[in-house]
């Protein structure tokens, strides 16, 4: 059973010597590392309370690797040592992500605000974003779209490398909407972004034949492996944002499905799908209609993207 996190105050705690200043908690690194080593001796893994310390603290891993070789050196901490010990108790409870704990999460060059209800963005959607970008000229003003925005990190990404153009996030939930438009007025790229609420493609219906780039992160996760899930994901982020249906293709088919009347002529979908699932897809965007149809790989080598283009023939709306 993980015991519940010390009081502040506590006479025997490390922290005891640490002042306040006007920008943060001074300790010393000797302090700090007991301090971690007595977390961990709580449960949890290394990785994870070292990503608190960063994200939360303000301590880096390298600043923390350099403390192992001076310890005696101080440490300004943006959070004092009884408030981290409060949010790795609660992750350690109530298997609650970190990032949700904190409120931010590192992605991209960005530090996105994320909340329980919005799916954290992960490390690979960011290769999503650079294909994104391979196929455009960032100087001639193009009509994009980010199709299940969820935290509006693909919309953000987007928005500052395309300052010529003007994007549409949409997303099914009112929730993610919330946390997209907090990242997007963060970024101060909200004035080129309209947020829309809805599925796929319809809230975009009076530009069908007008979008020249849609980028989607859809749910693409199988029912039964997600329910496999550790409880840190299973329990904590939301189904609608992973739960892809039986085989995991659900949105996706509907994606693929309207490509080529949602998209410019010469117009491009790229999608983040599941790792097994890449020769399904791109059978999925040739039965819809879109040709120079790809596969790409994440850094891990399997393949996890697609992307199609729409032909420049015209195709009649219906």
Excluded: K
Excluded at 2 to 18: T, Y
Excluded at 30 to 44: K, N, P
Excluded at 188 to 194: I, L, N, S, T, W
Aim: a negative charge; proline letters at 7%.
């Amino acid at each position: 059973m993980v015991q519940p996190p010390r009081q502040s105050g506590n006479p025997q705690g490390p922290g005891e010597n640490a002042t306040d200043t006007a920008s943060g908690r001074v300790i010393s690194g000797e302090e700090l590392l007991a301090w971690r080593r007595h977390q961990l001796s709580l449960g949890g893994q290394a990785g994870d309370l070292d990503w608190l310390l960063d994200l939360g603290g303000g301590v880096g891993w390298q600043s923390l690797q350099a403390l192992r070789l001076h310890p005696q050196r101080p440490v300004r901490l943006q959070r004092d040592l009884a408030e981290l010990e409060q949010l790795w108790g609660e992750h350690l409870r109530s298997a609650a992500p970190l990032q949700y704990l904190v409120g931010t999460c590192p992605w991209r060059d960005l530090e996105l605000q994320v909340a329980p209800g919005v799916l954290i963005p992960r490390q690979e959607t960011e290769l999503l974003v650079e294909l994104a970008l391979a196929g455009v000229d960032p100087r001639t003003p193009l009509r994009w779209a980010d199709l299940g925005t969820g935290s509006g990190c693909l919309a953000v990404a987007l928005a500052r490398c395309l300052p010529q153009s003007q994007g549409l996030a949409v997303d099914l939930s009112p929730d993610a909407l919330v946390q997209a438009e907090a990242n997007l007025a963060r970024a101060q790229v909200a004035d080129r972004v309209q947020l829309r609420q809805g599925s796929w493609w319809e809230p975009l219906r009076e530009l069908w034949g007008r979008l020249d780039l849609v980028v989607s992160n859809p749910p693409y996760i199988p029912t039964a492996v997600w329910e496999q899930l550790e409880p840190v994901v299973r329990h904590h982020e939301p189904a609608l944002a992973l739960d892809g249906g039986g085989d995991g293709l659900d949105a996706i088919r509907q994606l693929a499905a309207g490509a080529a009347q949602a998209l410019a002529p010469g117009g491009w979908l790229l999608l983040e799908h599941h790792h097994d699932q890449s020769d399904t897809v791109r059978n999925l965007l040739r039965s819809g209609g879109l040709v120079e149809v790809e596969a790409h790989q994440d850094l891990e080598g399997r393949w996890r993207f697609a992307r199609g283009q729409r032909s420049h023939a015209a195709v009649p709306l219906t």
